[in-house]
């Protein structure tokens, strides 16, 4: 028996945001084995057991593979020919009936930079509306906000090798041993050599328990933590007084602001010892080359992008960002191609390269290549789209790889959304639960199926290579699109996604010199990159920041509490968040072997809690939100605190996003996963 692979494929992996480049081998016409990349950059010949082992979703018996329509309410099988026309035609009258805004799209952060690019360009243009979002509005926009009101530009500024020479970390709100485990693994080695760690989670993480501090910080308390640091470490000098004068504007403001709020009320809003905020602050204070990491229990709360600005405070205070010395800050970014979804201008307010839309100059430019007007008023964010389609205002929508009804907060309120639209699309791999809700229903290609670009939380642009082909009639998203767009008598242009990273590269200074002939020539390659002869720039604002003045800018930013909190009848507050062996709405990962691992999920809360609540390893729990219910298998552990619990939303059986409150991030619009109030009943 030979079970050699007769191909080998270098591509990137298609889960987390790490982008770990890995050989696909292939026998017969499925993925025999995927090994890490030895010589990647990024990963460096590691990989985790997601990206090596969680493959066998891609030949799964019940991948779509053949278009469905709905006749009543059934999703029957049809042909290509008669799905698009029913597409054009719907999406047509619509259009012309209620006007170009009574439809959206979600695109996807799985899909590849020259899918989301093409995405847009079809909803701008054969549309004629901006109502276009990609699922960073529910994790990393306040990141995008926030470092770019800071900075100016929505990126992390240093790479992940700057990790290597960092003598102190602050990691916050992230767990990357099980969501991004190659970052958690070079945090891990960094630690083992001899850096200092602080840790900012209300959980007990692996990386917690090997801190030098562990701020165990209530859910929702971060803006208080981030300025009491910011208090400390001008208290006591620990300042780059230069970076700040010659190179910050606003810093009178933070000081004033910090002064004005006492340590010990910052200790006691964030359930913490004032002690330890002054331990942090010293650690991070003194080190030499502090690095930030963070995730999404910063981004998704209420106040996410004051987070977000809070924290980037610290950076600016030791001025370890934009010089040589300091190891920058870096959100981890949550799906594969989150970064680069957004970088491509699936998004409502922003075309390609974060160019506004509001921008006459900038429209008038991309019209000039497009061909026609393009609409200058910013379209709908992802949660004003369900609102809208309760409201009637919205009339069709049009999902890319994505499972809203699954994954998206106030999950009820989600599918009453869908329910209300007069025609709903969805291109997927498998049929979701957003598909199952859908008209028509496209099959999708994987990213084992797929070629393209991708870019990684640090920016890094890499080849996406197709491994496999499509089962069945499933074809990319990319090809999706330009049959809808030709059966509305569209030609979008860009055949290959070759070409519509060229387009994409031509009208946006900040990805001018890229190209897939250079990835391919070169390897990754971060952004900005504004010429073909020069590389990306891994480290940003070495000679300025991207502000109209050149200067970063502090933010006085108060602490302002989460959406909802514990009360006499919600008690408890539920996080969500991820496990090592699975993904996401586990899609994927819940049709491999995976499964073995982690077969099902459960609810952790504190032993005190249990016996408060008469409940064992192993019962049966009753999760009741003010938005709705869940039941879940209770796991007793000390890794949460007293009054908190934690659960994922890999599986559906455990439908924790019916929980989830519809609070959003004042700025962005991104939901509040990581504070619901919630009560606790046993069985
Ligand atoms: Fe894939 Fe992330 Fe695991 Fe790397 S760390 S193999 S990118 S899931």
């Given at each position: 028996?030979?079970?050699?692979?007769?191909?080998?494929?270098?591509t990137?992996c298609?889960?987390?945001?790490?982008?770990c480049?890995?050989?696909?081998?292939?026998?017969?016409?499925a993925?025999a084995?995927?090994?890490?990349?030895?010589?990647?950059?990024?990963?460096?010949g590691?990989?985790?057991?997601?990206?090596?082992?969680?493959h066998?979703?891609s030949?799964?018996?019940?991948?779509l593979t053949a278009?469905?329509?709905?006749?009543?309410?059934?999703?029957?099988?049809?042909?290509?020919?008669?799905?698009?026309?029913t597409?054009?035609?719907?999406?047509?009258s619509i259009?012309d009936?209620?006007g170009?805004?009574?439809?959206?799209?979600?695109?996807?952060?799985?899909?590849?930079?020259?899918?989301?690019?093409?995405?847009q360009?079809?909803?701008?243009?054969?549309?004629?509306?901006?109502?276009?979002?990609?699922?960073?509005?529910?994790?990393?926009?306040?990141?995008?906000?926030?470092?770019?009101?800071?900075?100016?530009l929505?990126?992390?500024?240093?790479?992940?090798?700057?990790?290597?020479?960092?003598?102190c970390?602050?990691l916050?709100?992230?767990?990357?041993s099980?969501?991004?485990?190659v970052?958690?693994?070079?945090i891990?080695?960094r630690?083992?050599?001899?850096?200092?760690?602080?840790?900012?989670?209300?959980?007990?993480?692996?990386?917690?328990?090997?801190?030098?501090v562990?701020?165990?910080?209530?859910?929702?308390?971060?803006?208080?933590?981030?300025?009491?640091?910011?208090?400390?470490?001008?208290?006591?000098?620990?300042?780059?007084r230069?970076?700040?004068?010659?190179r910050t504007t606003?810093?009178?403001?933070?000081?004033?602001?910090?002064?004005?709020n006492?340590?010990?009320h910052?200790?006691?809003?964030?359930?913490?010892?004032a002690?330890?905020?002054?331990?942090?602050a010293?650690?991070?204070?003194?080190?030499?080359?502090?690095?930030?990491?963070?995730?999404l229990?910063?981004?998704?709360?209420?106040?996410?992008?004051?987070?977000?600005r809070a924290?980037?405070?610290l950076?600016?205070?030791?001025?370890?960002?934009?010089?040589?010395?300091?190891?920058g800050?870096?959100?981890?970014?949550?799906q594969?191609n989150?970064q680069g979804?957004?970088d491509?201008?699936?998004?409502?307010?922003?075309l390609?390269?974060?160019?506004?839309?509001?921008?006459?100059?900038?429209?008038?430019r991309?019209?000039a290549?497009?061909?026609?007007?393009?609409?200058?008023?910013?379209?709908?964010?992802?949660p004003q789209?369900?609102?809208?389609?309760?409201?009637?205002e919205?009339?069709?929508?049009?999902v890319?790889?994505?499972?809203?009804?699954?994954s998206?907060?106030?999950?009820?309120?989600?599918?009453?959304?869908?329910?209300?639209?007069?025609f709903?699309v969805c291109?997927?791999?498998?049929?979701?639960?957003?598909?199952e809700l859908?008209?028509?229903?496209?099959?999708?290609?994987?990213?084992?199926?797929?070629d393209?670009?991708f870019?990684?939380?640090?920016?890094?642009?890499?080849?996406?290579?197709?491994?496999?082909?499509?089962?069945?009639?499933?074809?990319?998203?990319?090809?999706?699109v330009?049959?809808?767009a030709?059966?509305?008598?569209v030609d979008l242009?860009c055949?290959?996604?070759?070409?519509?990273?060229a387009?994409?590269?031509?009208?946006?200074?900040?990805?001018a010199g890229?190209?897939?002939?250079?990835?391919?020539?070169?390897?990754?390659l971060?952004?900005?990159?504004?010429?073909?002869?020069?590389?990306?720039?891994?480290?940003?604002?070495?000679?300025?920041?991207?502000?109209?003045?050149g200067?970063?800018a502090?933010?006085?930013?108060p602490?302002?509490?989460?959406g909802?909190?514990?009360?006499?009848?919600?008690?408890y507050?539920?996080?969500?968040?991820?496990?090592?062996e699975?993904?996401n709405?586990?899609?994927m990962t819940?049709?491999?072997?995976?499964?073995?691992?982690?077969p099902?999920?459960?609810?952790?809360?504190?032993?005190s809690?249990?016996?408060?609540?008469?409940v064992v390893e192993?019962?049966?729990?009753?999760?009741?939100?003010?938005?709705?219910?869940?039941?879940?298998?209770a796991?007793?552990?000390?890794?949460?605190?007293p009054?908190?619990?934690?659960?994922?939303?890999?599986?559906?059986?455990?439908?924790?996003?019916?929980?989830?409150?519809p609070?959003?991030?004042?700025?962005?619009?991104?939901?509040?996963?990581?504070?619901?109030?919630?009560?606790i009943?046993?069985?």
């Open positions: 028996l030979d079970l050699r692979p007769t191909t080998t494929t270098t990137t298609g889960y987390c945001g790490v982008g480049t890995l050989d696909v081998h292939v026998r017969d016409g993925v084995a995927i090994t890490p990349t030895h010589r990647a950059p990024v990963n460096r590691h990989a985790c057991i997601k990206g090596r082992f969680a066998t979703f030949r799964a018996d019940d991948r278009p469905l329509v709905r006749r009543g309410d059934q999703l029957v099988e049809t042909t290509w020919d008669e799905a698009l026309s597409i054009a035609n719907r999406l047509t259009r009936e209620h170009p805004d009574a439809i959206a799209m979600i695109s996807s952060a799985r899909a590849t930079n020259e899918e989301n690019y093409l995405a360009k079809f909803l701008r243009t054969a549309i004629g509306t901006n109502s276009i979002d990609n699922c960073s509005r529910l994790c990393h926009s306040p990141s995008a906000a926030g470092l770019t009101a800071s900075f100016g929505a990126g992390g500024t240093n790479p992940l090798d700057d990790l290597d020479r960092t003598d970390v602050l916050a709100g992230a767990n990357p099980e969501a991004h485990p970052v958690g693994a070079r891990k080695q630690v083992m050599a001899g850096a200092r760690l602080i840790v900012i989670d209300p959980r007990r993480t692996e990386l917690a328990s090997l801190a030098d562990h701020l165990q910080a209530r859910p929702g308390s971060n803006v208080a933590v981030f300025n009491a640091i910011a208090r400390v470490l001008i208290e006591e000098g620990h300042l780059d230069d970076f700040i004068e010659q606003s810093f009178n403001d933070l000081a004033q602001l910090v002064q004005e006492r340590l010990d910052a200790a006691e809003i964030a359930s913490v010892r002690a330890d905020l002054v331990e942090a010293r650690l991070f204070g003194r080190a030499q080359h502090p690095a930030i990491v963070y995730g229990g910063i981004t998704e709360h209420a106040h996410g992008t004051d987070g977000v924290l980037a405070n950076a600016l205070l030791r001025g370890s960002v934009g010089t040589p010395k300091g190891c800050i870096l959100p981890l970014r949550g594969n989150v979804a957004s491509m201008g699936a998004l409502p307010d922003l390609p390269g974060y160019q506004p839309v509001t921008d006459a100059a900038v429209r008038d991309f019209a290549r497009w061909g026609g007007a393009l609409p200058g008023r910013p379209g709908l964010r992802i789209m369900f609102d809208a389609a309760i409201s009637g919205l009339r069709a929508l049009h890319i790889g994505e499972d809203v009804a699954h998206d907060p106030n999950a009820n309120h989600v599918r009453s959304a869908l329910r209300a639209c007069d709903v291109q997927d791999i498998f049929l979701s639960h957003t598909a859908a008209d028509v229903v496209l099959p999708a290609a994987s990213f084992l199926e797929k393209g670009t870019v990684n939380f640090d920016r890094r642009f890499q080849r996406v290579r197709p491994a496999l082909i499509p089962p069945g009639q499933s074809a990319t998203d990319f090809t999706i330009h049959r809808i030709e059966a509305m008598g242009g055949r290959t996604p070759a070409e519509a990273l387009e994409c590269a031509s009208l946006t200074p900040i990805f890229l190209s897939h002939q250079r990835l391919d020539a070169e390897g990754p971060h952004w900005p990159c504004q010429t073909p002869d020069r590389p990306g720039s891994a480290v940003l604002y070495l000679n300025g920041f991207a502000t109209p003045d200067r970063a502090f933010a006085a930013r602490y302002l509490p989460p909802e909190e514990p009360d006499a009848q919600y008690p507050t539920l996080i969500t968040g991820r496990r090592l699975h993904y709405t586990g899609s819940r049709r491999t072997q995976n499964t073995e691992l982690l099902g999920e459960a609810l952790e809360l504190h032993p809690d249990a016996a408060h609540l008469g192993g019962t049966d729990v009753t999760v009741t939100s003010r938005w709705g219910q869940a039941t879940l298998a796991h007793v552990t000390r890794d949460v605190a009054g908190q619990v934690f659960t994922s939303f890999h599986f559906p059986h455990a439908a924790v996003n019916r929980l989830t409150s609070h959003t991030d004042a700025v962005t619009g991104c939901p509040e996963y990581k504070v619901t109030a919630v009560d009943g046993a069985g």
